[in-house]
């Protein structure tokens, strides 16, 4: 799943290439991909492309005549650019090929193209009205970005403090804050010290404040990788490897050396270092209990 850093470099080269640009006509081979009806996708050839922004891990392209064109890529779902007379780019009338699910033709000739592959087709394109989007799906409910100065430690406090669950879940709740995913929910939990298991509503004053630390710090990295990673491309393939904790399950902690372990629960896997993370406690792995039973 593509994770805040890399939709966030996404977005700032998606822009430099479509700014500006006009769209001439939409094409949509996979009709499900589009989540909304009114207006119609049809509505989006002559308008101009505005300014390309990032809302959690939605990309939201501001659209002349006050339209808003929004894309959650979800896990499969990744963004190309055809060059006008490329290989890859043959005629208007060719038919599109596997796996472009929308696509749109610019003025000059280039197609932006959503691309998804794997059998679960779950991106989504939505096309709103700017006075209609705050209230509207996917945009609706969503928390502050957690690399904007909207969110603070004060926001943060409030939002593990309204919280029953568990610290993990929390920070993941779209409604809280918007855009940490599983992936790197582990990383701020791990550079934080803090457990993934702990009650978010029992935290300090001086854990919260660790917390919100984390969440700058780790992001500010891992996005300065990134862009490194990635220079002006638009990225296709998360880099898992510049992550520290999260999938390096039986390898050392780089920070203590104690073994990291994982608990599996539904499909979503934590990473945590017990030494560093959970005074020692090693955790089910609930997967593991349900086939030993
Ligand atoms: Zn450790």
């Known amino acids: 799943m593509p994770e805040l850093p890399f939709i966030q470099v996404l977005v700032e080269n998606l822009a430099r290439e479509i700014e500006g640009h006009t769209i001439v006509s939409v094409r949509v081979p996979s009709p499900a991909i589009v989540k909304t009806f009114d207006p119609p996708v049809s509505a989006l050839a002559g308008r101009r492309i505005e300014r390309v922004r990032r809302i959690g891990k939605l990309i939201v392209s501001d659209l002349s005549d006050d339209l808003l064109l929004v894309m959650h890529l979800m896990r499969d779902g990744r963004l190309q650019i055809a060059r006008a007379g490329s290989a890859a780019r043959k005629g208007r009338a060719s038919p599109a090929p596997k796996p472009m699910a929308f696509g749109l033709f610019l003025e000059g000739g280039d197609e932006l193209r959503v691309n998804e592959a794997g059998p679960k087709k779950r991106a989504g394109v939505y096309v709103l009205r700017a006075q209609d989007a705050a209230s509207s799906e996917p945009l609706a409910g969503l928390g502050p970005d957690p690399l904007s100065e909207q969110f603070t430690a004060d926001v943060l406090a409030r939002a593990v403090q309204a919280e029953p669950g568990q610290l993990k879940r929390a920070i993941t709740q779209q409604r809280h804050v918007v855009g940490i995913g599983n992936a790197f929910a582990d990383e701020i939990l791990w550079e934080a010290k803090l457990s993934p298991f702990a009650p ?82 090693i955790y089910a792995d609930r997967r593991m209990s349900r086939l030993l039973k």
């Open 200 to 281: 978010a509503a029992r935290l300090s004053s001086d854990e919260v404040a660790r917390l919100y630390a984390a969440i700058r710090s780790v992001f500010a990295a891992a996005l300065q990788k990134h862009r490194t990673r990635f220079g002006t491309q638009l990225p296709t393939r998360e880099p898992v490897e510049l992550l520290r904790v999260h999938r390096h399950g039986g390898e050392p902690c780089p920070r203590c050396r104690t073994r990291i372990e994982t608990v599996y629960f539904a499909d979503k896997e934590t990473y945590y270092c017990p030494a560093c993370q959970t005074g020692g406690k």
